[in-house]
């Protein structure tokens, strides 16, 4: 059994959210158009885990289908992977009319929509997302990207799926450290939109913490249909969807200080989150209660949330450095409550700096 959300934007989808049964994308293939020949692009990490899952269901259809797996990293959103996509698709026929699967987390997903949006002019496009970022945020909405030496996902196009199958059993194999670390971008929803999901987070902790499917599943929906609340209103971040960003303005900062060493993503996410409730406090937006609460539902995740001792000048220097910065504004997510935000463009030198030595 599936749950369905629908993504109504210029090319509209389904989400299909399941545990353990991806029937639903049997189904979907059996009843569209393409030409019956599917292109897998996976890397090394999801292939070896969960190849055959996919294959399993597949091969209930009467497509013909061709495998491409690179090897798992961020270092394989790059050109030449982009490039040897392209050769494989080449060498194999693809069309516009022949789907591509991208089947993994954010990295697969990001390299592999940008190929099917530029191939031709664009070929149809399938996600099957294996990760906890990739089940809630980045499968949804049509962003696509690789990196560029100078910044990462620099080069990318919007390009909307044909449709998502998430299925959350994927998640099973991510270690307790890759599962929980994502849990800042899950926490994000609740700050920014979603004050029920924050109240489920903090007091079914005990569930989520045992990594229980059915309140994982749970959850993943709540993020899947918060994300394509927001793109249904702005599919090509005009402003509102903008409002993803919170905690990432900071977090983009120190993930470039330790060249991306010392943190992951949502762990510097994490600090960028702390970082934005504080400065929310320091505006008079929300109270120390709320400040606490963010914090508090963080630690549980055992996810960081002091800033190191960087020069505060250099910080705010790299932020303004960003690609999200426009004109060398910078720009804050902020929130007012628990499920409320706001875009914020004028703050103060001053208080940026002041906020930072407040979580040093
Ligand atoms: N991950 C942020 C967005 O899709 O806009």
Do not use: W
Not at 131 to 151: E, L, P, Y
Not at 279 to 305: A, C, D, Q, V, Y
């Amino acid at each position: 059994m599936s749950q369905i959300i629908s993504v109504n934007v210029s090319q509209s989808y389904n989400i299909s959210i399941s545990y353990n049964d991806l029937s639903s994308l049997v189904d979907f293939l059996k009843n569209s158009n393409f030409v019956k020949k599917l292109f897998i692009i996976s890397d090394t990490n999801v292939c070896l885990l969960h190849l055959q899952t996919l294959l399993r269901y597949i091969e209930k259809t009467n497509y013909s289908y061709s495998i491409y797996c690179f090897e798992a990293g961020e270092q394989s959103k790059s050109k030449e992977v982009l490039f040897d996509i392209y050769d494989f698709l080449i060498e194999n026929q693809a069309d516009r009319k022949t789907p591509l699967v991208a089947f993994g987390g954010g990295v697969v997903g990001d390299v592999a929509s940008f190929a099917a949006s530029t191939f031709m002019r664009g070929m149809p496009l399938i996600h099957v997302p294996t990760t906890v970022v990739s089940q809630t945020d980045s499968s949804i909405g049509g962003k696509t990207a690789i990196n560029h030496t100078k910044g990462k996902n620099l080069i990318g196009t919007f390009y909307q799926p044909n449709a998502v199958f998430i299925d959350t059993k994927f998640l099973d194999t991510l270690s307790d450290e890759e599962f929980f670390n994502a849990f800042s971008e899950i926490i994000k929803y609740g700050v920014i939109m979603d004050r029920q999901l924050f109240s489920f987070l903090e007091t079914h902790i005990e569930d989520v913490l045992k990594r229980d499917a059915k309140t994982i599943s749970d959850i993943i929906y709540d993020c899947a249909k918060d994300k394509s609340l927001i793109v249904q209103k702005d599919e090509k971040e005009a402003s509102l969807r903008a409002i993803l960003n919170f905690g990432h303005t900071l977090a983009h900062a120190i993930e470039a200080f330790f060249e991306y060493k010392k943190y992951t993503h949502p762990q510097a996410v994490s600090i960028g989150e702390v970082f934005a409730a504080k400065l929310s406090i320091n505006l008079g937006l929300i109270g120390e209660n709320t400040f606490i609460r963010i914090k508090n539902l963080l630690e549980k995740f055992n996810l960081p949330t002091k800033i190191d001792n960087i020069d505060p000048d250099e910080l705010i220097k790299i932020m303004q450095h960003d690609k999200k910065t426009k004109g060398g504004i910078l720009e804050f997510i902020l929130t007012k409550d628990i499920g409320e935000a706001i875009i914020a463009n004028d703050i103060e030198y001053s208080l940026l700096i002041k906020t930072i030595r407040e979580l040093q």
